[in-house]
T-cell receptor
Framework: GQNIDQPTEMTATEGAIVQINCTYQTSGFNGLFWYQQHAGEAPTFLSYNVLDGLEEKGRFSSFLSRSKGYSYLLLKELQMKDSASYLCAAIDSNYQLIWGAGTKLIIKP | ETGVTQTPRHLVMGMTNKKSLKCEQHLGHNAMYWYKQSAKKPLELMFVYSLEERVENNSVPSRFSPECPNSSHLFLHLHTLQPEDSALYLC??????????????FGPGTRLTVL
């Protein structure tokens, strides 16, 4: 079956760096998304990776290794507003999105 | 209005009620989606409409009935729901073209409680 694994919850300190990992098993692969979802709000797009390597976007970066079925989202200089759930989703060979359950990130002062 | 809007934001209904959720996208996209989001579970894709035609129905119970009258509007009609249907229902839209997969834009969701 198809599956996305990511930690359920993580805690980090304001100003620090945190890495949220995501592993995927899909029938074929056509890219991977990261979304941010604040409590009670809509998920919002953060990044898309289809080639191996690191994509940097301000304080957020996303990494992909297709051979390892692995991605991570790196958040630097953490701010309290980064407290949210982070959703990983992979695109399979039929262009269907396979979603993870999300990682709840708690930022402490 | 911009982006993707959903109404109502909150809905409480009994198991014998009939209600409808509404979604509207103002992005000019050609595909719209309904998702169910339950606590600590992955997003569950319920229905996909591309160019106003339903292209996917992931074995969703018939008590959920979608309607897409045009590319900007999407409805989810609900009847005789069960308590386990209580969840956040998210609508999303995207622009699809051939094999290019663009990100989905989500609405704020409808928090549904079935008593």
């Amino acid at each position: 079956g198809q599956n996305i694994d990511q930690p359920t919850e993580m805690t980090a300190t304001e100003g620090a760096i945190v890495q949220i990992n995501c592993t995927y098993q899909t029938s074929g692969f056509n890219g991977l998304f990261w979304y941010q979802q604040h409590a009670g709000e809509a998920p919002t797009f953060l990044s898309y990776n289809v080639l191996d390597g690191l994509e940097e976007k301000g304080r957020f970066s996303s990494f992909l290794s297709r051979s390892k079925g692995y991605s991570y989202l790196l958040l630097k200089e953490l701010q309290m507003k980064d407290s949210a759930s982070y959703l990983c989703a992979a695109i399979d060979s039929n262009y269907q999105l396979i979603w993870g359950a999300g990682t709840k990130l708690i930022i402490k002062p | 209005e911009t982006g993707v809007t959903q109404t109502p934001r909150h809905l409480v209904m009994g198991m014998t009620n009939k209600k409808s959720l509404k979604c509207e996208q103002h992005l000019g996209h050609n595909a719209m989606y309904w998702y169910k989001q339950s606590a600590k579970k992955p997003l569950e894709l319920m229905f996909v409409y591309s160019l106003e035609e339903r292209v996917e129905n992931n074995s969703v119970p018939s008590r959920f009935s979608p309607e897409c009258p045009n590319s900007s509007h999407l409805f989810l009609h609900l009847h005789t729901l069960q308590p386990e249907d209580s969840a956040l229902y998210l609508c999303a839209s995207s622009q699809t073209s051939g094999e290019t997969y663009n990100e989905q834009f989500f609405g704020p969701g409808t928090r549904l409680t079935v008593l």
